[in-house]
């Protein structure tokens, strides 16, 4: 049992400290150790050990009206059947003691995958442009591009997503610009929920944060780790990454089946 104490307090540390009970067991078990959850619980319980708890929503999107906008091309059917059909988008702010910085991030809705992300203290276009880029550019190398017509970026009704200029670029880049309703509290939930986990597990335990450069480094090393490793229960209790390379392995590798 004591073994089993340090496996669940090493779990616990190399996860920003965010697991609860049911994340740590699902882990524990990834890892060959079978025990049950209710245990698990309780040993928790006697080590002082609790995950991190979500917190309120913050909007800190306002409505641009300078462009004709885009249509919603998804009507809140967030799920994709394969990588590159579906990216959704939105922002959020961390407060430093040089000021205010706003990061955003491009979230797969078919594994989850954080694929890109930028950070700035001027809310513009430029930096969503940034995490668009920075999705795009590794399935280039990785040599599963983006198929023009194929993808979908969906945001918000935020000015930096209706201006002219990243419809320009997302059109360039054969990718097809979705905007939703403005005032839909369940519009683009799953981004939503994406921040509210970054929001929960790395900014508000690590505060006060100083500047841009130091949120930038923790960000980078969250959405590394999120990817690879955190578990999520909407994708089989497995990392982003994990759940994508499954799919490509079973998809140049099918199972064949016979009947007899």
Known sequence: MRDLKVRIQEVHTSNYRVYR????????????????????????????????????????????GQVERAPDRLERD?????????????????????????????VETFSRRI?????????????????VEMAIWP?????????????????DAGSQYTSFRL??????????ASIGPVGDAYDNALMESTIGLFKTELIKPRRPWKTLS?????????????????LHGEIGHVPPAEYEATYYTELTNPQVTTTT
Request: charge should be positive.
């Open 115 to 131: 694929v890109g992300w930028s950070a700035a203290t001027v809310k513009a276009t430029v930096f969503v442009l940034d995490a």
């Open 214 to 230: 130091e949120v930038e480094l923790a960000t980078a090393e969250y959405v590394d780790w999120y990817n690879h490793r955190r």
């Open 78 to 106: 967030f799920v994709a059947k394969a990588p590159n059909r579906c990216w959704v988008a939105d922002f959020t702010h961390v407060t430093t003691w040089a000021g205010v910085v706003y990061i955003v991030f491009v």
């Open 21 to 64: 009970a049911r994340k740590v067991w699902r882990e524990l078990n990834r890892q060959g150790h079978a025990v049950a959850r209710c245990t698990v619980e309780r040993l928790m319980r006697e080590l002082g050990i609790t995950g991190a708890v979500r917190g309120k929503k913050v909007i800190t999107t306002l409505p641009g």
């Open 167 to 176: 419809a320009e670029h997302l059109d360039a880049a054969g990718i097809a």
């Open 139 to 155: 399935r280039d190398r990785d040599q599963r591009p983006v198929g023009s017509g194929e993808l979908i970026h969906h945001s």
